[in-house]
């Protein structure tokens, strides 16, 4: 998992350019942005220092060597970098998204829960809200846990262990209080594609909530939306056998090729 924000700038016959121009601070922050976006990061790192020779207070500058920094491993002094940045602009989202992902990873998550409730809710991301409705878990609050997990949009994010291992956690406390089943659901969905989560959540339902109906639907809506799985038809028929519905184990048991 890694928040990063990079602001993207367009070179433009840069070759036909002076050594004079070539030397300018303009020149070497724009050199660095299309560096960085060939994957160039030690290369791109050089012409933002070397901008900050000429000019230590430009911004853009600082912001992303500070990025840079942290993403080469280095998240004291990026942090450092990215925390002048603030100083000077405190409403810098690129910067705040940044300073809050390197205080997670870093554990510290109550300065990266402070970084996140300064982000406007519109420009908040599915990760953001990862980090928030694990920050919240850590906390125990539950409810507020699940609801940030609720605003998550994008699947791949729900495969994450950092979301799933916390969510299935959450959900073991809260399943019989105040668990709306919208929540239960959404999730649910979001997962639809996933075999390993579909065969996590199957099972903890059925051995540890004890919910068979639960652990049925999670199946069955993996079995809509893919091909049919041997794995998947087995686990199911057998819990049909440990329900008493025969029936059913057999019918899906000839589903199996």
């Known amino acids: 998992m890694w928040i990063y924000l990079f602001l993207m700038l367009s070179l433009v016959g840069c070759n036909n350019l002076d050594r004079s121009e070539k ?45 840079i920094l942290a993403q080469l491993g280095d998240l004291k002094l990026g942090q450092e970098n990215l925390e002048k940045v603030l100083k000077a602009n405190p409403n810098d989202t690129i910067v705040l998204k940044n300073l809050a992902y390197i205080s997670f990873k870093k554990k510290d998550y109550s300065k990266s829960f402070n970084y996140l409730e300064k982000i406007p809710t519109d420009l908040k991301s599915n990760q953001d809200y990862l980090m928030l409705g694990y920050i919240f878990y850590l906390k125990k609050d539950y409810v507020k846990s699940l609801k940030k997990y609720s605003l998550i949009t994008n699947n791949i994010i729900y495969s994450d262990s950092i979301f799933f291992d916390s969510y299935l956690k959450v959900l073991e406390d809260q399943y019989n209080k105040t668990i709306q ?18 065969l996590i959540l199957f099972e903890y339902y059925k051995n540890n909530l004890k919910e068979y109906k639960l652990a ?22 057998k819990l049909y056998d440990e329900i008493g519905e025969k029936e059913e184990s057999l019918k899906t048991l000839n589903l199996i090729s």
């Open 216 to 237: 049925e639907r999670v199946m069955k809506n993996y079995l809509t939306y893919n091909n049919l799985n041997n794995e998947i038809l087995k686990k199911l028929s």
């Open 23 to 67: 030397s300018n601070e303009k020149y070497l922050v724009l050199k660095g942005a299309n560096l960085y976006s060939s994957g160039k990061k030690s290369e791109a790192l050089k012409m933002y220092s070397n901008a900050l020779k000429l000019n230590p207070q430009n911004l853009v500058a600082l912001r992303e060597k500070g990025i």
């Open 181 to 198: 089943i919208q929540i239960l659901l959404l999730v649910e969905d979001k997962i639809v594609y996933s075999k390993t989560n579909t």
